[in-house]
């Protein structure tokens, strides 16, 4: 992880409801509950982008990137326009269901279920195929991401948190 770190010399936190399609190589941090970070980068190209989203469907309101469905088409238009080529690895994660629910009705979908199926749901939409997923569980993740190469490191976290891995194709 040190050598990721020492390789990029721009460093940048991403909030929920914020994206990141930059020109220039970035190492992108963010924390993940039951938002997710969708990941997409064009090896041809060397173009990467990165949203976090919070809540499934924008429901009509226009841009608003705190939601999936908005977030993941805003990223891949742009990643398109900046020259990312047919070649897109494209990365899935959190979704997790970090509170403890009672009276939690199994049938019923957790906000964080529901967004990786409307993030699930939109890429196929958009005829891009995941390459790594690290979804669900009852944990939070701390991802980091290099819009250099596309690697994305996971650290999960919890009461027994997981050491750093990564998830590249």
Same mark, same amino acid.
């Given at each position: 992880?040190?050598?990721?770190? #020492?390789s990029h010399?721009?460093? %940048?936190? /991403?909030?929920p $409801? ?6 220039n190589?970035?190492?992108v ?9 969708v990941t ?7 173009v990467g982008a990165?949203c976090h989203?919070?809540l499934?469907?924008?429901a009509?309101?226009?841009?608003n990137l705190?939601?999936?469905?908005t977030?993941v088409?805003?990223?891949?238009r742009?990643?398109?326009e900046?020259? #990312?080529?047919?070649d897109i690895? %494209?990365? /899935?994660f959190? $979704? ?6 009672k009276n939690y009705?199994?049938?019923r979908?957790t906000?964080g279920e529901?967004n990786?199926?409307r993030a699930e749901?939109i890429?196929n939409q958009?005829g ?14 701390k991802l ?5 190469n596309g690697a994305?490191?996971?650290r999960?976290m919890?009461?027994?948190?997981t050491?750093?891995?990564g998830?590249?194709p």
């Open positions: 992880m040190k050598g990721i770190i #020492a010399s721009c460093r %940048v936190y /991403l909030r $409801g914020e994206v990141l399609v930059p020109r190589p970035v190492l941090s963010t924390l993940l509950g039951s938002c997710v970070a997409m980068f064009s090896p041809g190209s060397g990165i989203a919070m499934p469907d924008n009509g309101e226009n841009e705190r939601y999936v469905d977030a088409r805003y990223i891949h742009k990643i398109m900046y020259g #990312a080529k047919d690895a %494209v990365k /899935l959190g $979704g997790a269901q970090v509170l403890a629910l009705a199994a049938a979908l906000i529901m990786v199926a749901e890429l958009l891009l195929t995941l390459t790594n997923v690290d979804i669900g569980g009852c944990y939070g993740r980091y991401f290099s819009t250099m994305v490191y996971i999960r919890g009461p027994k948190p050491s750093l891995y998830v590249n």
